[in-house]
C-alpha cells in the first residue's frame, strides 16, 4: 500500500483563505513596531528549494548532526519497538532523508512500520510518497493531507497501532518557551497512552557556530529570508526593493535564541497592493522574521514533564551539538 489521502479540515486551506491569512499576517506585523513577518510564511516553493540547499550546506550543522544521531542510535532509538506494529509518523518531513535513516532500519528489520507522513501541502505530500517510495519499494505509506493536531487524533482514533510520532530538525526551536510547552500538550492530547515522540533539539554551542550557520558565506540563508519579501511581491503586489534589504542573524545571549532579521539599508516606502496600504522604512530599521532556540538537556527535561510526557531516551550526536529526544505519552 503506497499513497495519501486528505482529510476534511476543521479549517478552510484553499490557495484563497491562506492568502487572505498571509495578507492579514503581513498588515498585522508590518503595522506593528517592531516589525515583524512570520516565518511560516517563508515555504513557498522557492523558499522550500532554499532551505533544502541550506540543510547541504557545511556550516548549518543540524541536518547532519541529526542524521548522525540516526545513524549512531537507530538501534537504541527503535529496538524497542519490536514485536508490535508502529505507524512512523512524520510532521513536515521535507524531503524524508533524515527519516528514511530510521525507516530502512525498521525495514531491514522486518519491524512492523507504516509511514505516515502528515502535511498541509497535497503538492509536498505527492512528493514525498513518490521519493520515499522509490528509497524503500516494500515500505506502506500512508499519508494525510491535513493539519498535524487533526491528522494524529485522526489517526489514534483509527488504528491500534503504536505512533511515534516523528518532530525532527529542531522546528521545536521555532516557538519561545511557553508556545512549545502549548506546542506539546496539544501533541500529548492528540495521542493515545503508549504513544511515543521523537523531537530534535539543537542544543546550546559555541556561539561563532551558531553564528557562521545563519549567515553562511555562500549566502543561502541571506537568499532564503530575503525570499519572504519576494513573496510578498509576487501573492500581494508589493513593490519591495529586495535589494534595498539585508539578512542579519544574531543570537541573543539572554534568551538562548537566534534570531533573523530583515534590515532596510536606506529610507525606502513600500506599498502592497492587497492590503492598500504603504509602510515607511527608516535607514537600518529591522523586520523580525524568525527566533530558534537553543536549549540545554535540563530545558528538554522540563519541557517533556510539562507536556505530560515520560522521557525514555536521549540521544546525541558525537559532538554533542543535537539531541533528538523519546518521549513515551502517560496512561
Same mark, same amino acid.
Given at each position: 500500500m503506497r499513497g495519501y489521502q486528505r482529510l476534511e479540515l476543521p479549517t478552510n486551506n484553499e490557495p484563497e483563505t491562506v492568502r487572505r491569512q498571509f495578507a492579514e499576517d503581513v498588515l498585522v506585523g508590518l503595522s506593528e513596531r517592531p516589525r515583524r513577518l512570520s516565518s511560516k510564511w517563508f515555504y513557498d516553493d522557492r523558499g522550500s528549494r532554499l532551505f533544502a540547499r541550506i540543510t547541504d550546506l557545511d556550516a548549518y550543522y543540524p541536518t547532519a548532526c541529526e542524521r548522525e544521531v540516526f545513524e549512531r542510535h537507530a538501534g537504541d532509538l527503535l529496538d524497542r519497538f519490536r514485536g508490535r506494529p508502529i505507524n512512523l509518523v512524520d510532521l513536515g518531513a521535507g524531503d524524508g532523508r533524515k527519516t528514511a535513516v530510521l525507516l530502512r532500519y525498521l525495514v531491514e528489520r522486518d519491524i512492523d512500520v507504516r509511514y505516515v507522513p502528515i502535511d498541509i501541502s497535497e503538492g509536498a505530500m505527492a512528493g514525498l510518497v513518490e521519493s520515499m517510495g522509490e528509497r524503500l519499494p516494500t515500505l506502506p505509506i500512508a499519508g494525510l493531507v491535513s493539519e498535524y493536531f487533526h491528522g494524529i487524533r485522526w489517526l489514534?482514533?483509527?488504528?491500534? %497501532? #503504536?505512533?511515534?510520532?516523528?518532530?525532527?530538525?529542531?522546528? &521545536?526551536?521555532?516557538?519561545?518557551?511557553? %508556545?512549545? @510547552?502549548?506546542?506539546? @500538550? @496539544?501533541? %500529548?492530547?492528540?495521542?493515545?497512552? *503508549?504513544?511515543?515522540?521523537?523531537?530534535?533539539?539543537?542544543?546550546?554551542?559555541?556561539?561563532?557556530?551558531?553564528?557562521?550557520? /545563519?549567515?553562511?558565506?555562500? *549566502?543561502? #540563508?541571506?537568499?532564503?529570508?530575503?525570499?519572504?519579501?519576494? =513573496? &510578498?511581491? =509576487?501573492?500581494?503586489? *508589493?513593490?519591495?526593493?529586495?535589494?534595498?534589504? %539585508?539578512? /542579519?542573524? #544574531?543570537?541573543?545571549v539572554f534568551s538562548g535564541a537566534m534570531e533573523s532579521y530583515l534590515v532596510s539599508k536606506e529610507a525606502q516606502t513600500v506599498h502592497i497592493e492587497a492590503l492598500r496600504d504603504r509602510f515607511t522604512f527608516a535607514p537600518w530599521e529591522p523586520i523580525h522574521t524568525e527566533y530558534s532556540y537553543k536549549y540545554l538537556p535540563e530545558d528538554i527535561d522540563d519541557l517533556c514533564d510539562h507536556a505530560g510526557f515520560e522521557g525514555v531516551g536521549a540521544f546525541m550526536d558525537s559532538r554533542g551539538w543535537f539531541c533528538d529526544a523519546l518521549w513515551r505519552a502517560h496512561g
Open positions: 489514534a482514533d483509527q488504528t491500534d %497501532r #503504536t505512533n511515534v510520532v516523528l518532530f525532527l530538525g529542531s522546528n &521545536i526551536g521555532n516557538f519561545d518557551k511557553p %508556545r512549545a @510547552r502549548a506546542f506539546l @500538550r @496539544r501533541l %500529548r492530547n492528540a495521542l493515545n497512552p *503508549g504513544d511515543h515522540v521523537l523531537i530534535g533539539f539543537d542544543l546550546k554551542k559555541d556561539i561563532e557556530v551558531l553564528l557562521t550557520a /545563519y549567515n553562511d558565506p555562500q *549566502g543561502v #540563508t541571506a537568499a532564503f529570508n530575503l525570499n519572504l519579501l519576494n =513573496r &510578498i511581491n =509576487r501573492e500581494l503586489g *508589493g513593490d519591495f526593493a529586495v535589494d534595498h534589504f %539585508r539578512h /542579519y542573524g #544574531t543570537y541573543n
